[in-house]
């Protein structure tokens, strides 16, 4: 009986020690995995809005977002948080200690204001983001009425007609790159575009491929130069005239 008594005493001690060197090695391994896979570098690839140093803020943001592995499951099957002005970001591993931020932006054609926000809609003009800070390099739209704006829906305007040419506009000015700053109606729906202190006459038209296409071989010169552009009654071979302000 002392015997037995014995083995049961002695069996339990062996039980703990195998328990303390499988979580020894479990702790070993965990160690080996964030010090090896530890991320020293990354890429940047298709952001234009944000600056790399501020997406990688967005994206890499607690401690273990730097590594590796656990960046790219949390960012391959966990939901991404919403950066404005981002479709989505994939995270593309480049080895050990390196990843790539592989950006998709949503694709911004131009912008109205309502209600003190900037809206801005894609080449369907869905309105995909709205901020109250003026973007640059992407149009802004004045001189129209609104019955709503709602966010993720169709941009929706009081003169239906106005829409077709609101959207050719901004893809002429997309195709042509044509820096425009404004693109303005006034009541009887002519259209003028300014360039920094260049404004552009279009009057209004079924059309504006071939005035836009003219503009982007002049626009250039006029760099620095204030005044007027009248492109209203253009043709293709006619003279374009540039008019200084006094």
Not at 6 to 15: A, D, M
Not at 225 to 232: C, E, H, P, Y
């Amino acid at each position: 009986m002392r015997r037995v008594r014995g083995l049961k005493q002695n069996k339990i001690p062996n039980v703990f020690r195998v328990f303390l060197m499988v979580l020894a090695i479990i702790i070993f391994i965990c160690v080996a995995f964030f010090a090896t896979w530890n991320i020293n570098t990354i890429h940047v690839k298709g952001s234009n809005h944000y600056s790399d140093d501020v997406l990688i803020d967005k994206i890499v943001k607690t401690k273990f977002d730097h590594n590796t592995i656990l960046l790219y499951l949390k960012n391959k099957y966990l939901k991404q948080e919403s950066i404005p002005f981002i479709e989505r970001v994939d995270v593309e591993i480049a080895g050990k200690n390196a990843v790539n931020l592989i950006v998709y932006e949503k694709t911004i054609i131009g912008c109205v204001e309502y209600m003190g926000q900037y809206m801005y809609f894609d080449k369907d003009g869905i309105v995909v983001e709205s901020s109250n800070k003026r973007v640059k390099n992407i149009p802004y739209i004045s001189g129209l009425e609104f019955d709503k704006i709602i966010l993720h829906e169709k941009l929706e305007i009081s003169d239906n007609k106005l829409y077709s040419t609101i959207l050719e506009l901004t893809q002429l000015i997309n195709k042509f790159e044509l820096n425009i700053d404004k693109v303005s109606f006034n009541l009887e729906q002519e259209v003028t575009l300014y360039a920094k202190k260049v404004k552009v006459l279009l009057g209004k038209g079924k059309s504006y491929d071939k005035q836009l296409s003219a503009l982007k071989d002049i626009l250039p010169l006029s760099k620095n130069l204030s005044g007027t552009i009248n492109l209203k009654n253009y043709k293709p071979g006619d003279d374009i005239i540039f008019e200084k302000d006094k």
